[in-house]
């Protein structure tokens, strides 16, 4: 695993407005701090460098591991996971009260593989969503 200076993964950060890019759980909801993630893995000749990096939260890092493409519900092929530098969020997903359905194969694979809608990870969405709607 390659050292990822400190600049670049407050760069990392920063853009990302400190909230994982797959689930968009903000790093202040978590106890666990976000990690920065190789969208391609180094073990697939990604490059340790900002178009190929994003912020993760821990669970979906741990869950994508080093993983590229899911499978499409309807035909059983392979489709890329989304990927944060080259894709919107909003193609391929919508966020309803902390659970994140999917609008394109992309995001279905996605949500799947990296179990975005695990009961408690939705619940804790919906709850912080609550808060910031008091706040």
Same mark, same amino acid.
């Given at each position: ?66 993983? %590229?493409?899911?499978? =499409? /519900? ?6 890329? &996971? ?5 894709? @919107? ?24 593989? %990296?179990?975005?809608? =695990? /009961? ?6 919906? &709850? ?5 709607? @008091?706040?």
């Amino acid at each position: 695993m390659t050292y990822i200076p400190e600049a670049l993964r407050r760069q990392i950060a920063v853009r990302a407005n400190f909230h994982c890019e797959y689930c968009l759980t903000g790093q202040i909801n978590r106890t666990k701090p976000h990690e920065v993630d190789h969208i391609y893995a180094e073990k697939h000749g990604g490059a340790t460098v900002a178009e190929n990096l994003c912020l993760s939260c821990y669970y979906c890092n741990r869950y994508k591991g080093s993983d %590229l493409c899911g499978l =499409d /519900p309807e035909t059983g092929e392979p489709v890329m &996971l989304f990927h944060p530098r080259r894709q @919107e969020w909003g193609t391929h997903f919508r966020m309803d009260a902390g659970r994140i359905t999917w609008l394109s194969p992309t995001g279905y694979a996605t949500i799947y593989l %990296l179990q975005m809608n =695990d /009961p408690l990870r939705v619940i804790e969405r919906e &709850l912080w969503s609550q808060l910031d709607d @008091e706040l």
